[in-house]
């Protein structure tokens, strides 16, 4: 193996691995008791889980063991599992999933409906085109093989049966891919199952999808840091508050790559199978739903400032959108 090899790997370990280690996505500040938190690489990304207090520390692992057995089911590169299963069979036939997994798929499929396909779950085969997680990049995707890919795309071709709780994929050249959905997810489900322990004050942190469960203290929430995408240190720019809510960010800085000069990143745009261009450099989405936050924040960023906020006011849902001027618009937060 050439040593340029061998340093754009471990550059990229440090990029997927270490970075978000020490640099935190969002920052979680100030809080005046003793936290605990426990970390594990999953879902591929760093995920840790905090508590305030001594006795709620023995709830962490079982909390990191359910959430294991979820990636199992929905990592769609994972051989068996059962996003791996639904695109093996599309064009050909419906395929029976876990009740869990059956919900986060109707999730997403009504998502991508109200965000007016800004989100869709269908767009696995073109994300595979670009590659983003790959080291090298000699060339760009064709784009006529880009454009017949996204022909496929479109919503209807995820047929769901809830009776039989089946999914199919219409089209043979669909592949469904929840990666801008199960984090959020499942930072609620581990949140979830913290409670139903008794668990009162917890952080959970998928990669950024954050969960706040209960409150900081009583009558006042938690304090989220939110990144800032220009700050090599991981900094924050400013903070959001958030108590019972996920708190998700979506930005083109989190993985991309550059060819000829100009960077390409992995939110893309559904109409043109390329990488979203908006005026968003980083949005922020608040809800106590966790697969909504961490779709929303997806569609937003697709959608630009206007459309993003009009979109979480008509949810109700809390956003805060940093613009390309280096403007901070916030909607009920
Ligand atoms: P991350 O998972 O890095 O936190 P997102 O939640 O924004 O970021 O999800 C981005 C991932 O979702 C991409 O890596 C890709 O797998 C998938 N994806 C990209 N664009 C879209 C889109 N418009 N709608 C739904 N999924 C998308
Ligand atoms: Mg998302």
Redo the contacts with the bound molecule.
């Keep these: 193996m050439s040593s340029f090899i061998v340093a754009a790997r471990i550059r990229e370990m440090l990029r997927k691995w270490l970075f978000p280690l020490f640099f935190t996505f969002l920052v979680l500040v100030s809080c005046s008791d003793e936290p605990y938190a426990e970390y594990e690489l999953m879902m591929?990304?760093q995920c840790s889980i905090t508590v305030y207090e001594t006795s709620d520390r023995q709830y962490i692992e079982p909390v990191f063991a359910s959430l294991r057995a979820f990636e199992e089911k929905v990592d769609r590169f994972r051989e068996g599992s059962d996003i791996w299963r639904i695109n093996e069979c599309a064009g050909l036939c419906p395929v029976e999933v876990d009740s869990e997994v059956f919900d986060l798929i109707s999730m997403?499929k009504d998502f991508?409906l109200a965000t007016g396909g800004?989100?869709?779950?269908l767009?696995?085969a073109i994300?595979d085109l670009w590659g983003?997680d790959r080291i090298e990049h000699e060339s760009l995707p064709d784009e006529g093989e880009i454009a017949k890919l996204l022909e496929a795309t479109i919503i209807d071709n995820l047929v769901l049966d809830e009776e039989k709780m089946t999914v199919f994929l219409a089209d043979s050249r669909c592949r469904l891919?929840?990666?801008?959905?199960?984090?959020?997810y499942a930072s609620q489900k581990a949140a979830d199952l913290l409670s139903s322990y008794g668990v009162d004050r917890a952080i959970v942190n998928l990669?950024?999808?954050v969960y706040t469960v209960g409150e900081k203290e009583r009558g006042r929430a938690w304090t989220v840091g939110i990144q800032n995408p220009n700050a090599e240190t991981g900094g924050y720019f400013t903070t959001v508050e958030s108590s019972d809510s996920a708190v998700?960010?979506?930005?083109a800085y989190?993985?991309n790559f550059s060819f000829e000069g100009k960077t390409y990143h992995?939110?893309?745009?559904?109409a043109t199978g390329w990488s979203?261009e908006s005026d968003i450099t980083s949005v922020t989405v608040i809800s106590p739903d966790g697969a909504q936050a961490?779709?929303f924040?997806?569609?937003c960023?697709?959608l630009g400032s206007e459309e993003a906020l009009e979109l979480c006011a008509s949810y109700g849902l809390g956003c805060l959108v940093l613009t390309s001027e280096g403007e901070v618009l916030r909607l009920g937060c």
């Design positions: 591929d990304t997403a991508s800004a989100f869709n779950p767009l696995g994300s983003f891919d929840l990666g801008a959905i199960a984090k959020g990669g950024g999808n998700v960010t979506s930005g989190q993985r992995h939110i893309l745009d559904p979203a961490d779709a924040s997806t569609a960023f697709v």
